[in-house]
């Protein structure tokens, strides 16, 4: 198989099975729904963890 014919496939899969997911938990996809909206409120908090990933792995990244 082309490269491209499995990376097609991959996503294919992964919507498949994030479909069944929302079929099979439907109140697990309501509080993923509710903490997207209220993460519009804190989304420094967001910012707040990107900037402590970069942090911790980006700073300690060796430089070629």
Do not use: Q, T
């Not at 996809?29 to 997207?36: C, I, L, N, S």
């Not at 909206?37 to 792995?57: P, T």
Request: charged share 15%; hydrophobic share 70%.
């Amino acid at each position: 198989m082309k490269p491209r014919w499995i990376a097609l496939l991959k996503v294919a899969v992964l919507m498949v099975v994030l479909a069944g997911l929302i079929l099979f938990f439907p109140r697990a996809y309501e509080f993923v729904a509710m903490a997207a909206r209220d993460l519009r409120y804190f989304w420094w908090l967001v910012l707040l963890l990107l900037l402590g990933v970069w942090l911790i792995w980006g700073l300690g990244a060796k430089r070629k």
